[in-house]
């Protein structure tokens, strides 16, 4: 395993021992809701199924077309928050 990897690893453990990484969820799960991020996926997923067809269409398949624009459509500023949630988080329980 690489530091890079032991060291997401502790930050994971740590975030969800305290509780943090379910805080930041909840949170990730308004602000995506709260930008219309949300009901721009559902449109997408709509539109991806309505192009193949339902039958030809499994969850994995969705999952695969639809991630890359998930990821580009949600907000920097949202990013931004969460990110100086998780320092502020580790700044104050840093070992």
């Known amino acids: 395993m690489s530091k890079d990897s032991r060291m997401r690893a502790t930050i994971n453990q740590k975030l969800t021992e305290m509780g943090e990484r379910d805080r ?3 949170l990730l799960r308004a602000k995506l809701t709260e ?3 949300k009901d721009q996926m559902k449109a ?9 067809g339902l039958e030809h269409v499994t969850v994995e398949d969705l999952v ?9 459509l949600v907000p920097d500023s949202v990013k931004k928050e969460l990110l100086h949630r998780i320092r502020a988080f580790l700044s104050q329980h840093a070992t």
């Open 24 to 26: 930041l969820k909840e």
């Open 35 to 37: 930008c219309g991020w």
């Open 44 to 52: 997408h997923c709509k539109e991806v199924i309505k192009e193949k």
């Open 64 to 72: 695969v077309e639809i991630t890359p624009k998930g990821r580009a």
